[in-house]
């Protein structure tokens, strides 16, 4: 994820540049940081490079995060994580051929925060993906204050009808191994590397690699 503190990096499409020879499959990039603009451009060079371009909605407001919803269109992703307002993505994305995966349990705040039980959230996994239009979810399980993320993570897989994307705060090796346990489809990572948390820092692309080196062996997808 093009991403630090939930928000899009400056200069996003200057940063892809900078990513561009790596094994990535994926890119990402929050609704707050950057203009659709700016996004728009990041989408168009990483399809060129064969990538696809997810969008995650952090807004904090019903109003803002459907207007992201609406900007997801025509920026060109492929696909749109969070949100918590699933019937209006659904109504928007309609026809888009956007895969959408909104958040399961009760989000709170900027960086946002996880809330629930373990079973409220997999109860609300259930639901979501049981209905058409999602096509699975984004779980803040390394954001919960309370429950263990990888016991949350394996309730929530095995709850949803779809695939799992571990969003937020995964920033060390054995993180990625025990969410590559869990049979979360995939994670994203951004603020670590931005930080030079992971081997081969400072240099993005190094780490980068070392978390697809890290992935490969982990059975998880990284964004």
């Known amino acids: 994820m093009l991403t630090h503190n939930d928000s899009t990096v400056a200069e996003p499409a200057a940063v892809y540049d900078g990513l561009r020879g790596t094994d990535l499959r994926f890119v990402g990039f929050k609704d707050i940081g950057a203009t659709p603009e700016e ?94 239009g999602v096509h699975g979810l984004d779980l803040l399980a390394y954001r919960h204050r309370d429950e263990d993320p990888i016991a949350l993570t394996r309730e929530v897989v095995a709850a949803a009808a779809g695939p799992v994307v571990v969003a937020g705060s995964i920033a060390t090796a054995e993180q990625i191994r025990l969410v590559g346990s869990t049979g979360a489809w995939g994670f994203t990572i951004g603020g670590a590397i931005f930080e030079g948390r992971l081997p081969g820092a400072p240099d993005l692309a190094a780490q980068i690699a070392e978390v697809l080196r890290i992935t490969a062996g982990a059975g998880a997808g990284v964004d």
């Open 39 to 132: 996004l728009a451009v990041v989408a168009g060079k990483a399809h060129a490079d064969g990538l696809q371009v997810m969008l995650e909605v952090v807004s904090t407001s019903r109003e803002s995060e459907l207007a992201s919803l609406e900007a997801a269109r025509r920026i060109g992703v492929d696909w749109v994580m969070g949100g918590t307002h699933a019937v209006d993505g659904v109504r928007i994305l309609a026809g888009s051929g956007i895969r959408y995966l909104p958040f399961p349990g009760r989000i709170e705040g900027h960086p946002s925060v996880l809330l629930g039980s373990i079973a409220e959230i997999a109860g609300d996994a259930r639901e979501l993906t049981a209905r058409d």
